[in-house]
């Protein structure tokens, strides 16, 4: 058994695009079409199902069950963001994990990953749900991953408006993914649009060998060079963003 993953992919009718990530509600009049990653055998479940398959979680509340740490307030915090939470901002995560490891900083930095809504145009508003809240990492990305000795544990979550205020440095993996957080704070009030700007920079600034690159691909419907690239990006931009720790952490502390 799986938890019903919506990636666009529905029977005529059911108000779903069948480009990469839906942009509309899917209807509960019809049946939804559940899939796992291409080339996964995939299923079709009745709309009574899916309640119980897709999550409807207001974002901005944190809920007991939630797989992700809390933050220490002591700690200098980081937040990875892309659009589904289940590769690339995995994959951020669990690199700066392992770099700050390396270099005797995990006690210092705290690290986490989360989605903006994967698909869904008002997952940030009252009552707003998220594809794929719950879900593990793409198993693909973790394969990829696990190759380069890289372990990736994280579960699907959106973006809440406390990640905004508990985290200092906040990096999307694409321009949408920013401009996604921006327009989810406009939207929760005038002082989290503050904590946006002062806080939200994209990865790709941080890359060093791919400085001519500004975004780190979707992966999701490429083959397997693609979550190759993904990992060649990150690996740069994530070295790149632990080389600037030092002064960061200094300047959280005064």
Request: glycine share 10%; hydrophobic share 35%.
């Amino acid at each position: 058994m799986f938890v019903a993953r919506v990636r666009g992919v529905a029977p005529l009718g059911c108000g779903l695009s069948t480009r990469r990530h839906t942009h509309q509600r899917p209807s509960t009049s019809c049946r939804l079409r559940v899939h796992r990653a291409p080339g996964v055998t995939s299923t079709v479940l009745g709309a009574s199902a899916r309640a119980a398959t897709v999550v409807r979680r207001m974002p901005w509340r944190a809920t007991s069950g939630d797989s992700h740490q809390s933050h220490s307030g002591d700690k200098y915090g980081i937040l990875t963001v892309c659009l589904g939470n289940l590769c690339r901002s995995p994959t951020a995560e669990a690199l700066l994990k392992k770099l700050l490891e390396e270099r005797g900083l995990a006690e210092r930095v705290f690290v986490d990953s989360c989605g903006t809504g994967g698909g869904n145009p008002d997952w940030y508003v009252e009552n707003g749900w998220s594809y794929h809240e719950g879900d593990a990492a793409d198993p693909r990305m973790v394969a990829a991953a696990a190759k380069r000795g890289v372990k990736i544990s994280s579960t699907s979550r959106p973006l809440r408006p406390d990640d905004l205020e508990r985290f200092d440095l906040i990096v999307g993996m694409d321009d949408s993914n920013v401009r996604e957080i921006r327009r989810a704070a406009v939207h929760w009030g005038e002082r989290y649009q503050r904590l946006a700007d002062q806080k939200v920079h994209l990865v790709t600034e941080y890359c060093r060998k791919f400085q001519n690159v500004r975004s780190v691909p979707d992966p999701w419907y490429g083959g397997a060079g693609g979550f190759e690239r993904v990992l060649d990006l990150l690996e740069d931009a994530c070295v790149g963003l632990v080389e600037t720790l030092p002064a960061s952490l200094k300047e959280a502390r005064r």
